[in-house]
C-alpha cells in the first residue's frame, strides 16, 4: 500500500465540481481521461475513462461519471 503518493496538480489533474475530478493522460493513442473521486479511507474510485477526439470534454461522458460517483457514494453512504 502506498502511504505517500506523487501530489498531483494541473496541468495533470483537475477538479470538476462536486467531489469529481480528472486525470490527464497522453500516450501514443492519443489524450486520454480518467474520471475518478475519493471516498473515506483515502481511496480513489476510477469511474469512466475514455479517448479524447475534441478539445472540450464532451457533455456524455461527463455524465457518465457523474452518474457512477452518485452510486458509488450513495452504497457507501
Known amino acids: 500500500m502506498i502511504h505517500n503518493g506523487a ?4 496541468p495533470h489533474t483537475q477538479a470538476m465540481g462536486d467531489g469529481l475530478f480528472e486525470l490527464r493522460l497522453k500516450g501514443p493513442e492519443g489524450i486520454a481521461r480518467v474520471f475518478y473521486c475519493t471516498l ?12 479524447k477526439k475534441t478539445q472540450k470534454t464532451p457533455a456524455r461522458e461527463l ?4 452518474a457512477r460517483m452518485k ?7
Not at 452510486?71 to 453512504?77: D, L, M, P, S, V
Request: proline content about 0%; glycine content about 8%; overall charge positive.
Open 7 to 10: 501530489n498531483l496538480g494541473e
Open 71 to 77: 452510486e458509488i457514494k450513495n452504497a457507501h453512504a
Open 40 to 51: 473515506v479511507g483515502k481511496r480513489i474510485v476510477m469511474l469512466h475513462s475514455f479517448v
Open 63 to 66: 455524465r457518465t461519471a457523474q
